[in-house]
């Protein structure tokens, strides 16, 4: 039985007790404006980043994504959804899905990652199939860093969840960055 | 501690006291200069280095274990070599660990870093009027922390460009890669020799393409290490000890 | 062959060296600007190193509280004590489903254990959906890198490859365009896959969840498609507490290529309706190293690659070099723990520059390490004779006075007058591409006797 095994050597091998770190953060308190902090580092992160109104959202969608004719949209937000999709539809038929508009929780100023969660895409696959991502936040829900936002997600429930900063990409032909590997090929966000 | 009370012990590491004895007497030299007492206890080897990094720590006992007794009665032990400073205070832990080798090791300095830490100067009064590129030896770099790191965040600050900037007529060049390792490394540079001098010559051309004219460095070997590589190449640079530099005058 | 032997075929081509040296030292850069970006940088980097000592030093109970959370999510837990278990275990739950066709995204653990041959011997397709891993893939050669596997290859290099395997015409090494034609070719797996393995970059004792980080969107690509979900980590892979992914996402992209996040850092905690997600926790030497106190920080790695980008023997002596999974500074004290003879020369490939310890976002001691694995290896592995020979003589020599200052004359006098081809020769590695030192008479001893008797 190797489980009785390995937790056996590690009970024999360890060192004696170490203790947790408390973490202390005022080491990492920064004064700075997170809305634009977060906004720049989305473009840095290669995606792009508008602050709209509620009631322009699909203007600004259509005026961004024009010619798409396969749109998930899995928000009440946006009424420019084609394709319907619930928890038992095979992801596999979402290969051709042109966009899917989502809707995130939490913005993180220090590196553009907006968490997005399973139940927000319905299925898993969606924000990484797709092949423009198109994710709606509120402006008020941004926060410092990574330590902040774990708290701020912490009363959840545990399903699957991802942190998505910019869209899918590569640079490991030559360290050439490339835009768009597997997963969506553009990211805009919509700071609403 | 006054300048007048301080007994200084004169460390000048093996391959310097055979093949560079005048980067020894420059260092000698450059304490007089400043008012040291300083000896220099006869008798003295090397530190034990080139067996610790080899493996061989072992067999270096009799070594530290000399060197110890030859400076155990100095307040301070300085030499002009960072790596070998660095392996008496990181690695004479092979030793059992008595007053006097807690003392020397406790009290072994760097030369730059003694004058600048422990005598509190930095214009020791040297003129020199060249373009001059420092290397900044990693033992002495990251292991005594005798500058700031480019990789590690934090303030700049350089023990040695604190000497070099107040030379008088000296022009610190900055280089590509302001404190990448030459690949001299001990045994490495015979055992691992064709990445060793590959490394080598990367430096020493940064040093050449910053318009450099005078390579310098607290650390010998791996100036020696670069200048075998320039004399082969025959490559319009010099070497020099910062000893040298620091103590010449117009 | 030897580390040294492996870095001069390398080195045989020396625009390629320059043009390696580059591609990483660039990467190094751009880590610098991005960690120096964080305020508390450095007090990150303790905290990850203190998370780490703690969780080894109660990595059983944390196992056990990761399983027992991982098991009430509905996710199966099996535990292997080597590489072969491992394979079994995934072959035996590929079985289990009836499994033909598999995606895999980047794991060094798979890596590590073979995992790849062992399946394809079942007649199992097993595609590695990494751009990097699968160029490496198609080039049947091992990764060089753990962050950037393909990083050895020109884009010319990939361009051939692609004509070859995937049927793209010559480009001239468009990246775009290769990017594009890998894009179409494994999407195509992706959709056919029965099973997805995926790495583990954080599995979460206190909830039982796992975090895996890519750029590339591949691992949930294969995951969120595929039926099953086989999920491959090593026993040091356990963090206590969900918020101390906080510290290790700060510091993980940034160290690794300098992203200040990967782009998908995705949390996995129960499968989805109707699909299957196993973890495979994996010993295979760990518990050996943790055992080895001067070694055990080694398994703080969260495998970011930055010794290996910092490295300046890496840098010109390629991944390959090293032979073993693992490269460069960290595989350098790895990998003797797994196999002291194989790796025997690892640990003299380094000037112990100690820019690897500098960059560590979790504060190993590598250069230290390194150091001290010398030390175990020439105790206990047979050592060249003329090393050994060099080394005890000189311990004798340099301990006694009167032997050095007799050494010392000799030396100088055979430097001095020994004819070229005496001093330069075959065995001296130092005088193939670098002058001796010009002698200069006396010793720095003599003339400070010779002073003192003139100041007398």
Redesign the interface.
């Known amino acids: 039985m190797s489980r009785a095994t390995i937790l056996g050597l590690v009970k024999m091998n360890k060192p004696e007790s170490l203790p947790l770190p408390v973490i202390d953060e005022n080491a990492f308190k920064e004064e700075i404006d997170l809305k634009e902090t977060f906004k720049s580092n989305v473009t840095l992160v290669g995606g792009q980043i508008k602050e709209i109104e509620p009631n322009s959202i699909d203007s600004e969608i259509q005026s961004l994504y024009p010619n798409k004719t396969k749109i998930v949209s899995i928000t009440n937000k946006s009424t420019l959804g084609t394709v319907q999709i619930s928890p038992n539809t095979d992801p596999h038929t979402l290969q051709d899905i042109d966009l899917a508009i989502v809707e995130g929780d939490l913005g993180v100023s220090e590196n553009g990652a907006i968490w997005v969660t399973g139940e927000a895409s319905i299925l898993r696959a969606l924000p990484f199939i797709t092949n423009d991502l198109v994710i709606l936040l509120d402006k008020t829900k941004i926060c410092l860093h990574m330590l902040d936002a774990y708290k701020l997600i912490a009363k959840r429930d545990r399903t699957f969840g991802v942190f998505i900063s910019g869209p899918s990409k590569t640079a490991d032909i030559e360290q050439c960055l490339v835009v768009g590997a597997h997963g969506a090929m553009s990211l805009t966000v919509l700071l609403i | 501690m006054k300048k007048k009370n301080l007994k200084v012990g004169l460390f000048?590491p093996?391959y310097?006291?055979?093949?560079?004895?005048?980067v020894?007497?420059a260092t000698?030299e450059l304490l007089e200069k400043l008012g040291v007492d300083v000896h220099?206890p006869?008798?003295?080897?090397?530190c034990?280095q080139?067996?610790?990094?080899?493996?061989?720590?072992?067999?270096?006992k009799?070594?530290c274990?000399?060197f110890v007794e030859n400076f155990k009665a100095y307040d301070y032990i300085v030499g002009p070599s960072g790596s070998c400073i660095y392996h008496v205070k990181h690695?004479f832990d092979i030793l059992e660990q008595t007053e006097d080798v807690k003392r020397v090791r406790d009290n072994a300095y760097e030369l730059c870093e003694f004058i600048v830490k422990v005598l509190g100067k930095k214009d020791l009064g040297a003129s020199f009027p060249h373009k001059v590129g420092l290397h900044k030896s990693?033992?002495g770099l990251?292991?005594l922390k005798l500058g700031s790191?480019?990789?590690?965040?934090?303030e700049h600050y350089s023990t040695e460009e604190d000497l070099l900037n107040n030379v008088k007529g000296l022009q610190l060049m900055s280089l590509n890669?302001q404190d990448?390792?030459c690949?001299?490394?001990?045994?490495?540079?015979?055992?691992?020799?064709?990445?060793?001098?590959?490394?080598?010559k990367?430096r020493v051309n940064d040093h050449i393409a910053s318009d450099v004219e005078v390579l310098t460095g607290a650390d010998h070997s791996c100036l020696?290490?670069m200048?075998?590589?320039i004399?082969?190449n025959k490559q319009p640079l010099r070497v020099m000890h910062i000893a040298e530099i620091l103590n010449s005058t117009l | 062959m030897n580390h040294a032997k492996r870095a001069t075929e390398f080195n045989k081509d020396e625009a390629k060296v320059n043009w390696h040296d580059k591609a990483l030292w660039y990467v190094r850069e751009k880590r610098d600007k991005s960690a120096h970006n964080v305020h508390g940088w450095e007090y990150l980097r303790e905290l990850g190193s203190a998370l780490k000592a703690n969780v080894l030093s109660n990595l059983d109970t944390y196992l056990v509280q990761f399983e027992e959370n991982a098991k009430k999510n509905g996710v199966h837990v099996h535990w292997a004590a080597d590489a072969k278990e491992h394979n079994e275990i995934v072959l035996s739950i590929m079985n289990k489903h009836k499994a033909k066709k598999v995606v895999k995204s980047k794991s060094m653990l798979t890596e590590e254990c073979h995992l790849n041959p062992h399946l394809e011997k079942h007649g199992i397709e097993v595609i590695d959906t990494d751009l990097g891993e699968r160029i490496v893939q198609l080039a049947e050669e091992p990764p060089s890198h753990i962050v950037l596997p393909a990083i050895h290859k020109t884009k010319e290099d990939v361009d051939v490859l692609f004509q070859e395997h995937l049927g793209t015409i010559p480009s001239q090494g468009n990246p775009e365009y290769l990017v594009g034609e890998a894009r179409k070719h494994l999407r195509n797996k992706f959709l056919n896959a029965d099973v997805a393995i995926t790495g583990v970059n954080f599995a979460v004792a206190n909830t039982g969840g796992f975090v895996v980080c890519t750029n590339e969107g591949n691992a949930d690509m294969g995951v969120h498609l595929a039926k099953v979900h086989i999920a491959c980590m090593g026993i040091e892979k356990i963090i206590p507490r969900e918020e101390h992914l906080g510290v290790f996402l700060r510091l993980l992209a940034r160290s690794a290529t300098g992203q200040p996040i990967t782009t998908y850092s995705s949390h996995f905690n129960k499968p989805e309706e109707d699909k299957e997600m196993h973890i495979v926790i994996v010993d295979n030497g760990r518990t050996e190293q943790l055992s080895r106190e001067d070694f055990r920080a080694s398994l703080h790695c969260i495998r970011c690659g930055a010794c290996m980008n910092t490295c300046p023997i890496y840098r010109r002596s390629g991944g390959h070099s090293y032979d073993y999974t693992i490269p460069g500074p960290i595989g350098s004290i790895l990998s003797p723990g797994k196999d002291l003879k194989k790796h025997s020369s690892l640990p003299f490939a380094s000037t112990l520059c100690g820019s690897c310890s500098n960059v560590c976002p979790v504060k190993i001691n590598i250069h230290e390490q390194l150091y001290k694995w010398r030390q175990v290896i020439v105790k206990e592995e047979p050592q060249p004779v003329i090393k050994k020979t060099i080394m005890k003589t000189a311990g004798k020599v340099l301990a006694n006075p009167k032997l050095f200052e007799v050494a010392g004359k000799s030396a100088r006098f055979a430097l001095k007058h020994a004819p070229r081809f005496m001093v330069y020769n075959k065995l001296n590695a130092w005088g193939n591409a670098r002058d001796l030192p010009e002698v200069k008479g006396d010793s720095f001893e003599e003339w400070y006797k010779k002073r003192n008797k003139n100041n007398e």
């Open positions: 000048i093996c310097v006291n055979q093949l560079y004895p005048q020894g007497i000698l220099y006869q008798g003295q080897t090397c034990g080139p067996l610790g990094n080899s493996g061989y720590e072992e067999d270096s009799g070594i274990q000399l690695h990693c033992h990251r292991g790191c480019s990789e590690v965040k934090g890669r990448e390792c690949g001299f490394g001990g045994t490495f540079s015979v055992f691992e020799e064709t990445i060793s001098v590959k490394m080598g990367d020696m290490h200048e075998g590589l004399n082969r």
